[in-house]
């Protein structure tokens, strides 16, 4: 009860009144992405009624992953995943480039699913309707200097600095279903971290 009211307070549904209690609230509206929730960033920039995403799929195929890829979802060093590559806008400005890495199941999943292929849908709703739900996330920020790929993609200058984070996702069963590289232009999307005691 404890933590589901917290998670209402950090998310501004609810607030807590000083020897009075809990009351309903209305949130703020949010300008960016909300790092520490399960939801991705397509859920929550619509459930703020934020409408302007455009997602454009670059790649979508079986493929050997990285090697920092292959550690943090645990798979051998021949396995293929499913690897879905993506540039996102916000408001018609350059704002995120992407890359995910999907094991087994998980692949599969996102790989028969037209809405997410073209970039209307989203992936963390397709992977909780496959029964993939995150039990736990370890998130690393980091701002880097753009590599040519992130530079060309955003259409920043190469060595620019951008920030970038590596998420992976496990269920319940500790099964890393997810690992994404997301490189974010916090200028166009700036990165928001709730905090609420408990």
Do not use: C
Request: hydrophobic share 40%; net charge negative.
């Amino acid at each position: 009860m404890r933590q589901t009211l917290a998670k209402l307070e950090s998310e501004g549904y609810a607030k807590r009144v000083a020897r009075r209690g809990m009351f309903a609230s209305t949130p703020e509206e949010s300008t960016g992405w909300t790092v520490q929730d399960t939801q991705g960033f397509l859920e929550l920039q619509i459930r703020h009624g934020r409408n302007g995403v455009d997602t454009q799929v670059l790649d979508a195929s079986l493929l050997t992953p990285p090697s920092h890829a292959r550690e943090a979802l645990r798979v051998a060093a021949d396995e293929e995943v499913f690897v879905l590559e993506r540039l996102r806008s916000r408001d018609g400005e350059l704002a995120m480039y992407s890359t995910n890495w999907f094991p087994g199941a998980a692949g599969a999943a996102i790989a028969a699913t037209a809405d997410v292929l073209d970039g209307s849908g989203s992936a963390n709703s397709t992977l909780r309707a496959a029964g993939f739900v995150t039990s736990g996330a370890r998130r690393v920020v980091e701002s880097l200097p753009a590599p040519e790929v992130v530079a060309k993609h955003l259409q920043v200058d190469v060595g620019r600095p951008v920030l970038r984070i590596r998420s992976t996702s496990w269920d319940q069963n500790d099964f890393r279903f997810d690992y994404y590289e997301t490189w974010v232009l916090t200028d166009v999307v700036p990165l928001e971290i709730n905090v609420a005691s408990n």
